[in-house]
């Protein structure tokens, strides 16, 4: 009996390790005057395959910052900061800018049309254009 039950709650540890953390819809958002993206060149930004545009990132402890990595390119932020670190070393790259919180990329993507950033979609406003919702 205290077998099965052990087991359960290991099983229901690894579902919940393995559950999103964010809870959202996560949005891609540029400037109003941006063009729409594919996931493949969202993916491609964000992986330092393209240099067009400049990025940004919220902190590494955000929860939906893991998510948007995870469901955008497969990767885990871990392995997208390893690989800006090699682009960066060889000075093939910039990696995206970290800012505090969504307000603050909502703010600078608003401010800048070469720049795009993600947040939560409820902080969506007239001053942001959604340019993809990730899933």
């Known amino acids: 009996m205290i077998k099965n039950i052990l087991a359960r709650v290991i099983a229901a540890s690894f579902a919940l390790a393995g559950a999103s953390a964010f809870a959202g819809d996560i949005v891609a958002i540029g400037n109003p005057a941006a063009a729409a993206l594919s996931k493949e060149q969202l993916a491609d930004l964000y992986v330092g ?24 390119t497969g990767k885990d932020p871990s392995q997208i900061k390893s690989m800006w670190s ?18 603050a990329v909502k703010k600078a993507v ?3 049309p070469k720049t795009i950033g993600y947040i939560d979609k409820s902080e969506v406003d007239g001053t942001v254009k959604v340019l993809l919702t990730i899933n």
Do not use: C, H, M
């Open 110 to 112: 608003a401010a800048d």
């Open 49 to 72: 395959r393209n240099q067009s545009l400049t990025l940004l990132d919220l902190p590494e402890s955000s929860a939906i910052r893991t998510d948007y990595y995870k469901k955008l």
């Open 86 to 103: 090699r682009l960066t070393f060889t000075g093939k790259g910039v990696p995206p800018k970290e800012l505090p919180d969504g307000a």
